[in-house]
């Protein structure tokens, strides 16, 4: 029998997940804010639901990719105003929530669902929109083992590689971990590139130098900043598409909170906050809603040459 799944939140990255559902044989049930996304989800094969609401109806699996916590705990959760959604999920649905918002929030919608009669494992995603439209995410998972379990088919239709992270809200901890990581890559990258630059090397030679060398990197090798080096990457389309400025910010956000609350040290993740918050108010031009690589622009400007 077709599993139905209801996915809500149909941005740059939900739009090829839930259409590659579609291709795994999921019986998808679409629900975004925006008509256009909805459109393009319409086109892959997913039936389009006016509300959230009657999207979950009958439904065997529940995702969500939204922008933050808030919206998250808004939409399962509700508030003073309106109802949440776990009052119409069926009972023993499995939701998963692959927004990377804090621990803390998916610890609540945890709860509430569970006390609902509800499954909830939260599985924030990594890899970026050509992943997402390739089928070949990376899943961190946080939950019971025996609802990770049930998430596999899903998660293994939209992805390469599905982890099990730990408990409720585990998902959301090894998903801040990686993209500070991957904001301090970045900007070390970029800044090397704009180096080697400004002192009149080819960014194309230099990229293959470092790439056989002991500064290779994930930035470098699969997303590098520098315009031209890289065709098919965000760069070489004045850093259109792919992960916000914006959104970078608001894990590097995350992972501050993180950091403040088991009283960690980060100061690179601090650094690359600052450093990413700088790219975005460095010119008249915004700079926000760029990819994240653009931090290249930020060196450029800066450089003096």
Request: with cysteine; glycine share 12%; net charge negative.
């Amino acid at each position: 029998m077709t599993k139905k799944v209801a996915f809500i939140g149909l941005g740059n990255m939900g739009s090829g997940m839930a259409i590659n559902l579609v291709k795994g044989g999921f019986n998808v049930h679409a629900y975004d804010l925006s008509q256009t996304a909805l459109a393009n989800a319409k086109k892959g094969g997913c039936t389009i639901s006016e509300t959230a609401d009657e999207a979950v109806i009958d439904s065997d699996y529940v995702i969500s990719m939204l922008p933050n916590g808030a919206i998250v705990e808004n939409l399962f959760i509700g508030d003073s105003t309106t109802n949440g959604l776990i009052n119409n999920i069926p009972k023993n649905a499995l939701i998963i929530d692959c927004s990377t918002i804090a621990p803390e929030n998916s610890r609540r919608v945890g709860i509430a669902a569970k006390a609902a009669g509800i499954r909830f494992v939260d599985a924030p995603v990594s890899g970026g929109v050509a992943a997402a439209n390739a089928g070949t995410l990376a899943f961190m998972v946080g939950g019971e083992e025996a609802d990770f379990t049930s998430s596999q088919s899903v998660l293994n239709t939209m992805g390469a590689n599905v982890f099990h992270a730990g408990d409720l809200g585990a998902g959301q901890t090894a998903k801040i971990c990686n993209n500070m990581l991957l904001a301090i890559h970045m900007a070390g990258t970029a800044e090397a590139l704009q180096l080697g630059v400004d002192n009149g090397l080819d960014p194309v030679v230099l990229s293959d130098i470092m790439l056989k060398s002991s500064g290779c990197n994930w930035s470098l090798e699969k997303y590098n900043p520098m315009p031209g080096v890289m065709p098919t990457v965000p760069s070489s389309n004045n850093y259109q598409g792919g992960f916000m400025v914006d959104l970078m910010l608001k894990d590097l956000g995350l992972a501050m909170e993180a950091s403040i609350n088991s009283r960690s040290s980060i100061p690179m993740g601090s650094t690359a906050r600052n450093l990413f918050n700088l790219h975005k108010n460095s010119s008249g031009e915004e700079q926000g809603t760029k990819d994240f690589s653009s931090i290249q622009r930020f060196y450029s400007k800066t450089s003096g040459i």
